[in-house]
């Protein structure tokens, strides 16, 4: 047979799905690919149920549900003061990959650019190089994850066409400060570029860290996708429904990609989101404090069994230093810790393109049960 296209030929298996395979298959307590392992709000999942027996089962319209645009404008407009029009520029998606892809695929030609923060998460590559477009990384600094003015500087070229940032970071836990975002914006506006803003962990915030779109600072909104996703919100990563906020020139270029790939997304889960969100105010502050207790209680942990993990702003994902527990890189302690102690993590080199610093970590999720992240910490215990 002739062979299939080139584009896919470095392409391998995502690690989330390498890793959880790997935990199943090794009677492995699962701290590798990041999804809860309780179930999402019983009173969501009812509503969206209802939606199912009640006549939500057609397609929606394929910029998406109009109550969840007309609640996604709402909420934008109370959380960061941003006006965006639902019917032109509020677009839902299926998670926030297929948004990912999508505005990849409607900005980026052949031999563009696009500059990334490493470590990365998988699907921005891989969409890039899809579209035929070359990823340029930035490293962000450990310890603390700080990038660098100038390397920023130097990685925008007259090819570069867009900058991908992620705040809160998966998989560093880091929240991009307002400064370092106006570093970002600036040149963005000085080089012309789009930005794509991957915001799926924009509510899982610890302690006085405050999120800030990037399109919030001036001159930002009219050139960035605000990418954001409701599967770490509402605690259900398997409904895949996400959305996207620009200007409606944009929104029209990237609606026309997804209107010939998924078309529209799953009915009655849009209407539950919707309806979800109208309790968000209550909402939101009892999930911030149940995953902040697991937060703290999975990092005390670690650090009482000799780690020094970095302590998230953000996300459900811990990065913890391994260097002065092994000699081994992260690829063979994540094995040793699946095969011997029956805890799976992610080896984050696969994240970076340039550096070697992902060999150092694990990332751990602590999206887990009480129960969960104790029985993880007492196999790690004999370690
Ligand atoms: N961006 C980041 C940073 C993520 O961690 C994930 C994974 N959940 C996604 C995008 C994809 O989100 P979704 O499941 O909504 O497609
Ligand atoms: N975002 C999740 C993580 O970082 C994984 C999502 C996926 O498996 N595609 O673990």
Redesign the pocket.
């Known amino acids: 047979m002739k062979s299939t296209a080139t584009r896919i030929e470095t392409f391998k298996e995502?690690i989330?799905?390498t890793m959880?395979k790997l935990a199943l298959e090794n009677k492995a307590i699962n701290l590798?690919?990041?999804?809860p392992d309780f179930e999402g709000p019983e009173w969501i999942r009812k509503i969206a149920a209802e939606k199912i027996m009640h006549g939500s089962n057609q397609y929606a319209p394929y910029p998406g549900s109009v109550n969840l645009r007309q609640n996604l404008q709402t909420l934008y407009k109370k959380n960061y003061h941003l006006d965006y029009d639902w019917n032109s520029e509020i677009s839902i998606s299926v998670g926030a990959?297929e948004a990912i892809y999508s505005i990849i695929t409607a900005v980026v030609n052949p031999g563009d650019e696009v500059v990334v923060f490493e470590p990365f998460?998988?699907?921005y590559q891989a969409s890039i190089i899809m579209a035929g477009g070359t990823i340029k990384p930035v490293t962000l600094k450990a310890p603390d994850f700080h990038f660098d003015e100038n390397e920023l500087k130097k990685a925008i070229s007259s090819k570069t066409k867009m900058i991908i940032v992620n705040t809160p970071h998966?998989?560093t836990g880091k929240m991009f400060s307002k400064k370092e975002l106006e570093i970002v914006a600036q040149l963005a506006i000085e080089n012309d570029l789009y930005v794509l803003s991957d915001e799926?962990y924009e509510y899982l915030t610890f302690d006085d860290h405050k999120h800030i779109p990037i399109a919030t600072l001036p001159q930002m909104k009219e050139r960035t996708f605000t990418v954001s996703s409701a599967?770490k919100t509402l605690g259900l990563?398997g409904w895949k429904i996400g959305w996207v906020c620009t200007s409606a020139t944009l929104s029209t270029k990237f609606r026309m990609v997804r209107q010939f790939t998924s078309f529209s997304v799953a009915t009655p889960f849009q209407e539950a989101v919707a309806e979800a969100m109208n309790s968000f105010d209550t909402y939101i502050p009892e999930f911030q404090k149940q995953y902040k207790e697991k937060r703290d209680y999975f990092y005390a942990g670690l650090i009482e069994l000799g780690f020094k993990p970095n302590k998230p702003e953000g996300t459900y994902?811990i990065m913890c230093p391994i260097e002065n527990k092994t000699s081994k890189n992260d690829v063979d302690y994540a094995m040793e810790l699946i095969v011997d102690k029956k805890v799976a993590a992610?080896p984050p080199s696969v994240f970076y393109a340039v550096s070697d610093e992902g060999k150092k970590y694990l990332?751990f999720?602590f999206a887990k049960k009480h129960s969960t992240l104790s029985d993880a910490l007492t196999n790690l215990k004999s370690l």
Request: contains cysteine.
């Open positions: 995502s989330f799905a959880s590798s690919q990041g999804f990959t998460y998988d699907s998966n998989p799926v599967g990563t994902f992610i990332r999720c």
